[in-house]
């Protein structure tokens, strides 16, 4: 079965400073990784997927993650955080395209001026 | 306009009351999915369906039941609302042979007093 394990529920971090969200993922196959964002009152967006190409997922704001199989890792990063990206972040996997995807409890990224 | 419509977006109901959150699409997808977010949980996954013909319970099934009356439509119902079916749903969308990357709707705020 599946699994994603997203590590802190809440991450705060001063504007201009490291942004990395933690997500491990338990799968019996090579998976499928997303990354999605969601900002408050609005539905989910799709942030960066990992689909066996390259490790390193470029995504849409400045984020990417990193695909690393001997950790079971997939975790979210950007250099310079910006007030807008205050939002709840979620990582979910899928064992293939025919499995629906099983999502982590979310992290809430607050932003400090 | 938005390519997964979910109504209502909002919805105040009493215990007991059926319900009916409606989703239709105009992405084209064969594949159709109902999670439900809470604080704290995540996503979770109600039911979902690859056609028509198909339709397959997830992880928290209990209490609800579905209908996809056409390829674009996939309606979740409430037979008998309780308080904590309070929650946000979410519609969302894929395409066959695809990576399972999901298209989401706005989602449906439902309070159950």
């Known amino acids: 079965a599946q699994s994603v394990t997203q590590l802190g529920s809440h991450v705060s971090v001063s504007e201009g400073a490291l942004v990395l969200l933690r997500c491990n993922y338990s799968?019996?196959?090579?998976?499928?990784l997303f990354w999605y964002v969601q900002y408050p009152n609005q539905g989910l967006q799709l942030l960066l997927k990992?689909?066996?190409?390259?490790?390193l997922v470029k995504g849409i704001n400045g984020f990417e993650a990193e695909f690393k199989k001997s950790e079971t890792s997939f975790h979210l990063t950007k250099p310079s955080a910006h007030m807008s990206d205050a939002a709840e972040y979620f990582c979910?996997?899928?064992?293939?395209?025919?499995?629906?995807?099983?999502f982590g409890k979310g992290t809430r990224l607050s932003v400090i001026a | 306009d938005a390519d997964v419509t979910q109504t209502p977006r909002n919805r105040i109901t009493k215990t007991g009351k059926r319900i009916m959150l409606e989703c239709s699409q105009t992405k084209g997808h064969d594949r159709m999915y109902w999670y439900r977010q809470d604080p704290g949980l995540g996503l979770r996954l109600i039911y979902y369906s690859f056609d028509v013909k198909d339709i397959n319970k997830g992880e928290i099934s209990d209490g609800y039941s579905v209908s996809r009356q056409a390829q674009a439509k996939f309606s979740l119902s409430l037979e008998s609302a309780i308080p904590n079916q309070t929650a946000l749903y979410f519609c969302?969308?894929?395409?066959?042979?695809?990576?399972?990357?999901?298209?989401f709707g706005e989602g449906s705020r439902l309070t159950v007093l």
């Open positions: 990992y689909t066996s190409a390259a490790t």
């Open positions: 969302a969308t894929s395409v066959t042979g695809g990576t399972g990357e999901l298209f």
């Open positions: 979910a996997v899928s064992a293939s395209g025919n499995t629906p995807l099983v």
């Open positions: 799968s019996s196959v090579p998976p499928y």
